[in-house]
């Protein structure tokens, strides 16, 4: 088990942070399906899943291909990706709706809940036939054009804190030192057999060596000693893309009149039937929207975290992470999505911090059961009683 | 008198076919062998699960903690006592599947008091998240193996197979005599209605525990003998797949059905099994089929919902839907096969899955109440079957 180490956390709550965009995305989907269906929409991380996918293949057809890459990435291209992978999820979200969930309505929530599961396995293994036989793919990170593998091109650093200068001199000093005991013992075993060394040699062997240590342990605290902040620049504007998205959801749902119908709906279904509110068209829109945005997290999970590979089981954490968020936050409320999003990113990171990486999946669900248990309403959400 | 002897007979009944089982297996080799075995161990676990969703209502879709939860004491207790054991190996297998249920049940009445506040798609996603929690605990502990897995003490050779036909007859008698009688009733009670039974005076709290706490035993038992069976044991066995499975199983069978959970349990394990020997089905195919699917269940659901004509017109129609479907899928898949991205093949053992989620599609959409709804085997129904007029009983459940 790693030490705890402070200089380290204000890095890990901004990846935390940037992670968590992407579960905030994914939540709203949840949170908006279930506010209006009163349904856990068990197929959304597999819409997410196909929304990698569809990124994957969109970037392929614009000529980032694994076999002959361009090398300069495009505005552009990313934006396609973008379009494309919300386009091709709402469409799906719908589909799934129109076929698996609406012929459900009627029944009891159960068998709705058990649809949804079948849904999403039939997705996961249905995929890996149709899909690149499963094989895991990556899409190109140099189709976005700030992607450098060099970090200090690569990323938005900010300083925090200098390295203590007492420190680096410290560091220093031991390095002279360090220099001195090797040179002698470097002279001292010239010519020598590396395997049979004379005892006064292998002494001034093993004080090299104490020093070098001692120099490693002072540079490494004096480097420790400094708090930097590495932002890579694509997850800063997948950050951006993910704020404006937000924004652009909170008018359509607040100003708009299919916002307003939306909200009609998720309080009462059959009053809304009644004020004239077109309930079928409504849900769809509701998983439209919901797919898209969940959409847009998948093309930017694919291609701004590098080195994430492409499975068909791609969506099945996110999917159940984002869940998590959702009823965190308060399952049904839109702000309450978000925050709960940014919080489960913070809180995985935070677990990755302390030393556990192993139990970094673990947390999630260790904080929904703390939630139902403490506050079932979410954060965000209100407690109501049920009533007989 | 009569009574005695209707158990009288369901008892040599189960015992025999334990027997039977046995003396058939010991001829094949230890391949299909460990599959009978398999197939007894998914029969415990299906029933098992049909006690906590079925009978009792409460939806969990973590059932494979339970057995891994079995699985692990099991094989940790193998290697740490069993150079110290000097016995018979079916006491030991024995003692193994009663230490592997009780600390699935210590397991499982931890679930179950979360089940206390929560309900339905809830209750359903905490179960998940506690299958998951089991399994990454246990894949971060140094002395079970991390991801690397186990290796189970003692190797045999031989195959468990009567001890795993004695726990599923064991495991399938509990939960029947438990639905037979008046201990049965306040589950069927809390499954119907939570505030209605606790209002009669049903301890609701208590009923959901131990439903919990003895369908995670039977997990578990059986998780021990899987360890052993298997000779190592990983934690990859043991993710949400296997929960989903055996979820699948149930509700195949009919939420509440024991004889309907047995029976899908058989038929979801052994029809994938076969599917491995498929060595290739044509990719057309297989769209073809998706179609052929959808176009029967929408066809059947019309029936259902529209037509109301004599039960005979109605079956026809069935029938006829489902034949439609078939020709329609066939020549839809001669049309894709000549497309060139489609012309390849898959392996049978691909679409194992696919299956079983088509099924819990297809099911919900067409009969959301399962094969046998409540419906259970009797000896009444055998001799109606033949021809015998028998008094009707009432049905529990």
């Given at each position: ?388 | ?281 044509r990719?057309s195919l297989i769209l073809g089929g998706l179609l052929a ?35 329609i899928a066939e020549i839809f898949a001669a049309?894709l ?61």
């Open positions: 088990m790693a030490a705890v180490d402070f200089s380290t956390l204000p890095q890990q709550l901004v990846t935390g942070l940037l992670i968590g965009a992407i579960y905030a995305l994914v939540a709203l989907g949840y949170t908006m399906v279930y506010g209006v269906l009163k349904l856990i929409n068990f197929a959304h991380g597999e819409v997410f899943m196909l929304g990698a996918y569809a990124t994957l293949f969109i970037s392929w057809s614009l000529g980032y291909t694994p076999a002959n890459s361009l090398t300069n990435g495009s505005w552009g291209a990313l934006a396609l990706m973008l379009v494309g992978s919300m386009a091709v999820c709402g469409i799906i979200g719908a589909l799934i709706e129109r076929l698996a969930y609406r012929p459900m309505r009627s029944q009891a929530r159960i068998s709705s809940l058990i649809t949804a599961i079948g849904v999403s396995l039939l997705l996961q293994y249905g995929g890996q036939i149709f899909l690149l036989e499963g094989k895991p793919q990556n899409v190109d990170p140099k189709v976005s054009p700030v992607y450098s593998q060099d970090p200090i091109k690569g990323n938005f650093s900010v300083h925090l804190r200098p390295a203590d200068p007492k420190l680096i001199e410290a560091a220093n000093a031991l390095k002279g030192q360090m220099e001195s005991t090797k040179a002698a013992f470097d002279a001292a075993s010239k010519g020598k057999d590396a395997f049979n060394l004379p005892d006064d040699v292998k002494k001034l062997r093993s004080s090299a060596q104490d020093a070098e240590r001692a120099y490693n342990d002072a540079s490494g605290k004096a480097d420790n000693s400094a708090i930097d902040v590495n932002l890579p620049k694509g997850q800063v504007i997948m950050l951006g893309t993910t704020l404006v998205l937000m924004a652009a959801l909170t008018y359509l749902v607040l100003y708009t009149k299919q916002g307003r119908a939306m909200r009609a709906v998720s309080q009462d279904f059959d009053a809304a039937a009644l004020m004239g509110i077109n309930v079928n068209s409504i849900i769809t829109f509701t998983f439209v929207l919901g797919s898209a945005l969940a959409g847009a997290g998948a093309m930017m999970a694919a291609t701004f975290q590098s080195g994430t590979k492409i499975d068909t089981f791609f969506g099945v954490l996110p999917g159940l992470k984002a869940f998590v968020a959702a009823v965190f936050g308060g399952i049904g409320n839109i702000p309450g999505a978000v925050l709960g999003g940014l919080l489960m990113g913070i809180a995985e990171n935070l677990v990755i911090w302390a030393g556990f990486p192993g139990y970094k999946d673990a947390i999630a669900f260790v904080v929904l059961i703390a939630v139902l248990m403490f506050r079932p309403g979410g954060l965000l959400g209100s407690n109501k009683v049920e009533k007989v | 008198m009569k009574f005695w002897g209707v158990r009288a007979v369901s008892i040599v009944a189960a015992f025999l076919l334990c027997f039977v089982l046995e003396k058939a297996s010991r001829g094949l080799d230890s391949f299909t062998q460990q599959l009978i075995v398999f197939m007894g161990l998914y029969v415990t676990l299906a029933v098992s699960l049909n006690l906590i969703n079925g009978i009792t209502g409460q939806f969990s879709i973590g059932h494979a903690a339970f057995y891994q939860v079995g699985a692990y004491t099991s094989a940790y207790l193998g290697i740490t006592l069993f150079p110290k054991f000097h016995g018979n190996l079916f006491v030991w297998l024995l003692l193994m599947s009663i230490a592997g249920g009780v600390t699935a049940a210590i397991a499982g009445f931890v679930v179950g008091l979360p089940s206390l506040r929560l309900k339905g798609d809830y209750l359903a996603i905490v179960t998940l998240g506690f299958g998951e929690i089991v399994r990454i605990v246990i894949q971060n502990q140094k002395a079970l193996g991390e991801s690397g897995g186990m290796d189970v003490k003692p190797h045999t050779t031989e195959q468990p197979v009567m001890f795993v036909a004695l726990l599923a007859v064991l495991c399938i008698a509990v939960c029947r005599n438990l639905l037979k009688t008046a201990h049965g009733l306040p589950f069927l009670a809390v499954r119907e209605d939570e505030v209605a039974s606790s209002a009669m005076g049903v301890n609701v709290t208590a009923t959901k525990v131990i439903a919990f706490t003895l369908g995670s035993a039977f997990a578990g038992a059986a998780g021990a003998v899987y360890a052993n069976s298997l000779g190592a044991i990983n934690p990859d066995l043991f993710r949400s797949d296997l929960s989903i499975l055996v979820l699948s199983m149930v509700v195949l069978g009919g939420t509440g059905s024991i004889t309907g959970s047995a029976l899908a349990a058989i038929a979801l394990f052994y029809i994938p099994e076969k599917m491995r020997d498929i060595t290739d089905v990719l699917v959808g176009l029967g269940v929408s066809a059947i659901r019309y029936v259902t919902n529209h037509v109301h004509k004599a039960p005979l017109v109605r079956a026809g129609l069935y029938l006829a839907s489902i034949v439609g479907g078939v020709i049309g096969g000549k497309v060139p991205a489609l012309a390849g093949n898959v392996a049978g053992a691909k679409l194992r899955l696919v299956v079983s989620a088509v099924v819990l599609i297809v099911l919900m959409l067409v009969r959301p109440q399962g094969v046998f709804a409540h419906h259970e085997f009797s000896w009444s129904w055998v001799a109606r079957l033949f021809g015998r007029k028998a008094p009707t009983t009432e049905v529990a459940a």
